[in-house]
Nanobody
């Protein structure tokens, strides 16, 4: 699966953005999907994941209650709705697809994901 993330930009603290992750090749069918982020000078960290069946979502504590991951299988797109943004959310955001199809259980480890998009920059000003 080849992924492309979009929707990043500059927003003031307290604002909202919606990121999109589409496929330039292949389908998301059967893949758990996730969002990660990498802030300047820091390592990449898990943000959110959605199961291939859409039956569950899982969030990092730092974004729980503010971010929502969802998918539109008809459009082959995964979204990350980000509300109440804080300067600490400034990062390059990456979408990713599970290494394995139809995997059961929650995944949040970076090494569980095998396909990555190019990243989209989100900058939150104070």
């Amino acid at each position: 699966v080849q992924l492309q993330a979009s929707g990043g930009g500059l927003v003031q603290a307290g604002g909202s953005l919606r990121l999109s992750c589409g496929s330039s090749g292949g389908t998301f069918t059967g893949y758990n999907m996730g969002w990660f982020r990498q802030a300047p000078g820091k390592g990449r960290e898990f943000v959110a994941t959605i199961s291939w069946s859409d039956s569950y979502t899982y969030y990092a504590d730092l974004v729980k209650g503010r971010f929502t991951i969802s998918s539109d299988k008809a459009k082959n797109t995964v979204y990350l709705q980000m509300n109440s943004l804080e300067p600490e959310d400034t990062a390059v955001y990456y979408c990713a697809a599970d290494r394995r199809r139809f995997r059961s259980g929650v995944i949040s480890r970076e090494d569980a994901f095998g396909s990555w998009g190019q990243g989209t920059l989100v900058t939150v000003s104070s």
